[in-house]
């Protein structure tokens, strides 16, 4: 985690985005992770189908997510960036 920096980076926001479903984001992460969402389709696509996966299984924890699935993530965000590019 850089929460020196002033914008999170997508990779980030993967890291916290089942805290924030949660509601386990402190203010000022929350904050951030509002900023960056309003500025990044990405992170809000997948978002919206973090919550799609959630009212389907009914609750999803971070412990629910494999590393097979992080890396997975990470992966897709990386081929985004790319084509942002
Ligand atoms: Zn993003």
Redesign the pocket.
């Known amino acids: 985690m850089f929460w020196n920096r002033a914008e999170?980076?997508?990779q980030e926001?993967v890291e916290l985005v089942t805290d924030y479903l949660e509601g386990a984001l402190t203010r000022s992460q929350r904050r951030r992770f509002e900023a960056?969402?309003a500025?990044?389709?990405?992170?809000?696509e997948?978002l919206r189908q973090m919550r799609a996966t959630i009212r389907l299984t009914g609750s999803l924890h971070a412990g629910d997510m494999t590393p097979a699935m992080r890396e997975e993530l990470t992966e897709l965000?990386r081929r985004w960036r790319a084509e942002g590019d």
């Open positions: 999170l980076a997508c926001m960056h969402l500025g990044c389709e990405n992170c809000t997948y965000y």
